[in-house]
């Protein structure tokens, strides 16, 4: 095992080794900058300094905690004393040993600037608003193809040699009942020679005895049965029973019309029974396969219009919308095939041709949080964004892992993790993991690259049918919190059988991950709802509901405010014998489900979910806790 231990941290050192060569320029041009603001000064940051008694306290103080000794360009070494670099033979310079962003709570997340630094970085922030997701059509590059719906293949009817094909090339039309090629089959030919003895026997017996005249009819049905079970259609054994000397070759007839896509057989070639000739398609309508990468999905719908332009026809639009979305990823190419079908009843649309797709986008009524492209840090899977905020009257950026949605030209929908109203960084996010990388800090840029799922990937966005199966479980949750901060039993248990039915009937299919996610919410739900429509007396239901809240909250985390109002989460800590509950209720006046009439307004809001928006995590990966977006004060 520690052998194991070593090579994997081997591996982790050299995996990100070339992530930090990548940004050592950066860190150090920063850190001189940085560390120049906050430790060593130089003649401005003296002058800074005399002209700000604030500045001189902070940096007098900063000077008494100055004893631990880093490098500028590996601020992994830490030292208790100057000295050199024993990687590169730089002289180390003094930072806070304590670095104070562990002290504010935010577990080294955070990186407090003074007006000068935040200035010589280049900081600029820029509010999160919440707006209607603007629209950005979606192109795609595809290929034209045959409509497979309307394929069909033309085959022997009988088994023999081809003595002649009709049709010799690809691209001929072929009407129906067209001949298309000649057989030599001996079957055929001791059937029909059967067939011609057997009315000749008939004729011959006309005027004998009955029952020699039944008996030769009989082998005349016989002979024609014989031909009909080989295959011969009617028509065609009609005209064999009329003839007098036996075929040695029959024809072969298309039941079928339409464009030859390929040519199976070949002449003097022995076909089975059934064997194929031809390959039909009927070119009316074609399909265009477009490829769309895993991120362009979530913009993508069956029945959405689709606007195709062809190379070989410049300046022509041509309408189509989408049939079909492949279930599975080419796992080479890392696409997904979207298809199109469109109308080519001229033809002068070919199988073959390259085609550019223009998907229009859907609009988003839910009005997203929505942040500049410039704002996030990625690494992995992780993106990253600095929060302004303050501390003990200076300005601070915490680094808060965020979940976005796909960029839409130059912004990016916000998941989760993000408040309306919020300052995010848009311009020096990487001087500020800079200066939290050489203070050793949970730089994003020191840590590993987040390749394992987390907390944010329970966030699953839902299309609209999805999204309406769930909204009467999240209603009902509702009913009974209503009616258990009215001291309304008999309400309560009834809306949890409601409750109840709901989960039941619920059926997701919008991706994978929505039906993987939902069947680890159902059970706790449909479990925790029995409970409070089983129970005797509202203390019993009060204590279902409890457990019921904490499945409720997940799923607001995984598939965000279903409702089509704002949500509140409120938390009472004198509930559940003074250990705290939460719950979730639409009104904005606290309507506590745990103490009814007793206490209805105890317990305060501590996040407001709109429309769409997710719940906050519980814990911000890299980090701790995200804080909460308080909306009141605790209330009795």
């Known amino acids: 095992m520690p052998q194991q231990t070593e090579e994997n941290t081997s591996a982790n050192s050299t995996s990100s080794s070339s992530r930090r060569r990548t940004w050592m320029g950066l860190v150090t041009f920063f850190s001189g900058v940085l560390l120049g603001a906050f430790a060593f000064g130089g003649s401005d940051a003296e002058e800074a300094a005399n002209s700000d008694p604030l500045a001189r306290d902070s940096n007098a103080e900063s000077a008494a905690?100055?004893?631990?000794?880093?490098?500028?360009?590996?601020?992994?070494i830490r030292q208790d004393e100057p000295g050199s670099c024993p990687i590169c033979g730089?002289?180390?310079?003094?930072?806070?040993?304590?670095?104070?962003?562990?002290?504010?709570?935010?577990?080294?997340?955070?990186?407090?600037?003074?007006?000068r630094a935040k200035i010589l970085a280049k900081v600029r922030t820029q509010e999160v608003v919440r707006r209607a997701k603007p629209r950005a059509d979606l192109h795609l590059l595809g290929r034209l193809e045959a409509n497979e719906a309307a394929q069909k293949t033309v085959t022997a009817w009988t088994a023999g040699r081809i003595e002649r094909l009709h049709v010799n090339?690809?691209?001929?039309?072929?009407?129906?009942?067209?001949?298309?090629?000649?057989?030599?089959?001996?079957?055929?030919?001791?059937?029909?020679?059967?067939?011609?003895?057997?009315?000749?026997?008939?004729?011959?017996l006309s005027a004998g005895s009955p029952s020699s005249r039944l008996a030769a009819e009989a082998a005349l049905e016989a002979a024609r049965d014989r031909l009909r079970l080989i295959g011969v259609p009617e028509r065609e054994l009609e005209r064999m029973e009329k003839e007098e000397r036996p075929r040695r070759s029959v024809s072969i007839r298309s039941p079928y019309g339409g464009t030859v896509i390929e040519?199976?057989?070949?002449?003097?070639a022995y076909l089975a029974t059934?064997?194929?000739?031809?390959?039909?398609?009927?070119?009316?309508?074609?399909?265009?396969?477009?490829?769309?990468?895993?991120?362009?999905?979530?913009?993508?719908?069956?029945?959405?219009?689709v606007e195709l332009r062809i190379d070989a026809l410049e300046g022509e639009v041509f309408e189509g919308e989408v049939t079909f979305i492949d279930p599975t990823v080419d796992p080479t190419r890392r696409t997904v095939r979207v298809r199109v079908e469109v109308e080519n009843a001229k033809g002068r649309l070919k199988p073959g041709m390259f085609a550019e797709a223009t998907l229009q986008a859907r609009e988003d009524a839910r009005r997203p949080l929505v942040v500049p492209a410039t704002a996030p840090l990625f690494t992995g899977r992780r993106a990253v964004v600095f929060v302004e905020t303050e501390v003990e009257g200076q300005t601070a950026y915490t680094a808060r892992t965020?979940?976005?949605?796909?960029?839409?030209?130059?912004?990016?929908?916000v998941v989760a993790g993000l408040s309306e109203g919020e300052r995010v960084v848009v311009q020096g996010a990487f001087a500020l993991d800079a200066d939290l990388q050489i203070k050793g800090g949970r730089s994003m840029m020191s840590s590993p690259d987040d390749t394992q799922a987390g907390p944010w990937d329970m966030v699953t966005e839902l299309d609209d049918t999805d999204r309406e199966q769930l909204r009467p479980v999240l209603s009902h949750y509702l009913e009974i919190q209503r009616a258990l901060a009215a001291d309304d039993l008999a309400a309560a248990t009834a809306a949890a059988t409601e409750l109840s039915t709901s989960v039941d009937a619920v059926r997701l299919s919008s991706t994978e991950a929505a039906e993987r996610t939902w069947s680890s919410l159902a059970e706790p739900l449909r479990g925790h709802a029995t409970h409070v429509a089983k129970s005797a007396d509202l203390e019993v239901a009060r204590g279902g509901f409890e457990t019921l809240s904490h499945a409720l909250l997940q799923l607001l985390r995984s598939f965000g405010n279903l409702s089509d109002d704002s949500l509140r989460v409120a938390f009472c800590p004198m509930a559940m014998g003074s250990e705290g509950a939460r719950w979730v209720?639409?009104?904005?006046?606290?309507?506590?489900?745990?103490?009814?009439?007793?206490?209805?307004t105890c317990g305060e809001v501590e996040e407001v979910l709109e429309v769409g928006a997710y719940m906050k995590m519980p814990a911000t990966p890299g980090g701790g806790p995200p804080t909460p977006a308080m909306a009141g004060g605790h209330q009795h």
């Open 90 to 115: 730089m002289d180390l310079v003094p930072v806070e040993a304590a670095d104070n962003a562990d002290s504010i709570g935010d577990q080294g997340a955070t990186v407090v600037l003074s007006e």
């Open 65 to 76: 905690k100055a004893q631990v000794w880093t490098c500028a360009m590996h601020p992994q």
């Open 585 to 600: 209720q639409a009104e904005a006046t606290i309507d506590n489900p745990y103490f009814g009439a007793s206490m209805r």
């Open 402 to 413: 965020v979940r976005l949605g796909p960029r839409s030209v130059d912004e990016y929908p």
């Open 263 to 268: 040519r199976i057989a070949t002449e003097g």
């Open 169 to 204: 090339t690809r691209g001929e039309d072929i009407k129906a009942g067209q001949v298309v090629a000649k057989i030599y089959s001996p079957e055929v030919f001791a059937a029909h020679q059967d067939l011609i003895t057997a009315r000749r026997q008939v004729g011959r």
């Open 274 to 305: 059934g064997g194929p000739l031809y390959r039909l398609a009927e070119l009316d309508t074609l399909w265009v396969q477009l490829d769309a990468y895993e991120s362009d999905l979530s913009q993508v719908s069956v029945g959405q219009p």
